[in-house]
């Protein structure tokens, strides 16, 4: 959804070390997830409880203007992506290798 600083839009970035972090969503307080370790384009994400497995740890590479690529640990080639380029609220997230488009990339913001 468009950016409106709504806690269902905050979270917390944890280090876990090794280049890994953890996002967690303060609303839910549940983990963003690649569903079932996926590696497949199309592989949703999801919230899940958190239970610290590689589809759970991030890596952040910085891209061009303050943004990111956001590579989950079980599928290094992939990055998490807005699928097919929609800007519209309600798009959904998913997995797919990595191609540096505008979809693949976010941004962080502080409270």
């Known amino acids: 959804w468009a950016y409106n600083g709504g806690f269902n839009q905050q979270g917390a970035v944890t280090s ?11 609303q839910s307080g549940r983990s963003l997830d690649v569903s079932g370790y996926g ?3 199309g592989t949703k994400i999801d919230l899940w409880d958190h239970n610290g497995g590689s589809n759970q740890q991030f890596s952040f590479t910085a891209t061009s203007g ?8 079980n599928a290094t080639g992939s990055c998490i992506e807005g699928v ?5 609220n309600g798009t959904l997230v998913d997995l797919w290798q990595y191609n540096g488009g505008n979809n693949q990339q976010w941004i962080f913001l502080g409270p």
């Open 16 to 26: 876990l070390g090794n280049g890994q972090f953890s996002i967690i969503g303060s």
């Open 39 to 41: 590696t497949a384009n």
């Open 66 to 73: 303050g943004y990111y690529r956001i590579t989950p640990a």
């Open 84 to 88: 097919g380029f929609s800007k519209a």
